[in-house]
């Protein structure tokens, strides 16, 4: 019986060897399927005898780099997918944000040591409001920061812009349902498209709230009716007795929207109509 391996074919007729080019060997390996039924564990010496490597060290190194000619094609393949550049940009907003946070709060606390009546009010300010106020009233560095944080908040918007418009063309039907931002941090959550369409509608609805999951398996806690969908208007906006109820609605329908986009990849109007029609009616208060 023909037992093909990585580093040749062995029969009763004996073995025959592939070659030592790793590119070569790494392509064959990528082809192999071999059911457990039938596989035959083997030792080094068999790829000895094929003529492919004269010692045992010979045969690590020629399988190491067969592993890593392997493992930078898929590494390759995986960064065309088209939801990486999705995940990092949605990152980067994220990181965007705990910047612009950090940096206000440091600011609002470096002002108040200049103007102690700010102190009073600046917990009540809108974040959006406080850089432009302390820019008119600070000097020096601290004038420059504010400049700093105004000018990130920009970037913060076009980011957010962008992000929307990327998650319509990676997402389109998640993103019809919920919107583009909310859509990409779903994606960024689960960490991928692809892993994201294998998810249960049960999970994509806490998704985003592991830490009151965790705290209602181990202290009993109410458990979370939602997750990151929460920032959707049909699931914050709806009637608390209903707010459940709409939100596991909207995650059965975001699981299927999931899978559309990425086996399809193109809106499917029939399905988005039915879906908005059926979160309509979970959200009517009886």
Not at 4 to 21: I, K, N, S, V
Not at 97 to 114: G, H, K, M, P
Not at 271 to 283: C, S, T, W, Y
Request: hydrophobic residues 40%.
């Amino acid at each position: 019986m023909l037992q093909r391996y990585w580093f040749g074919d062995l029969d009763e007729q004996g073995c025959r060897g592939a070659g030592t080019d790793p590119a070569a060997l790494a392509k064959r390996a990528a082809t192999l399927r071999t059911g457990m039924e039938s596989y035959i564990p083997i030792e080094w010496e068999t790829a000895r005898d094929c003529g492919v490597v004269r010692d045992r060290e010979e045969y690590i190194d020629l399988l190491r780099a067969v592993c890593t000619t392997l493992a930078r094609k898929k590494i390759a393949i995986a960064y065309q997918s088209r939801d990486v550049e999705l995940l990092q940009m949605v990152r980067m907003l994220d990181e965007l944000d705990n910047v612009i946070n950090l940096l206000s709060e440091r600011a609002a606390e470096w002002y108040q040591v200049t103007n102690p009546a700010f102190s009073r009010k600046y917990r009540y300010l809108p974040a959006k409001k406080m850089p432009g106020i302390i820019k008119r009233g600070a000097r020096g560095g601290l004038a420059d920061v504010a400049d700093e944080i105004d000018r990130l908040a920009g970037v913060r918007s076009r980011l957010m812009r962008e992000v929307s418009a990327r998650a319509d063309e990676v997402m389109p039907n998640v993103s019809a349902l919920i919107g583009g931002l909310v859509a990409a941090r779903l994606l960024s959550r689960a960490g991928g498209l692809s892993t994201l369409a294998r998810m249960p509608g049960s999970t994509i609805q806490v998704l985003g709230s592991e830490q009151a999951l965790f705290s209602h398996l181990r202290g009993g806690t109410p458990p979370p009716k939602h997750g990151i969908i929460f920032q959707h208007r049909r699931v914050h906006n709806a009637p608390r007795e209903v707010r459940g109820r709409v939100a596991r609605v909207l995650a059965a329908k975001l699981a299927i929207a999931a899978r559309l986009d990425y086996y399809r990849g193109v809106l499917v109007p029939e399905f988005l109509d039915d879906a908005q029609k059926r979160i309509d009616e979970a959200g009517v208060v009886a």
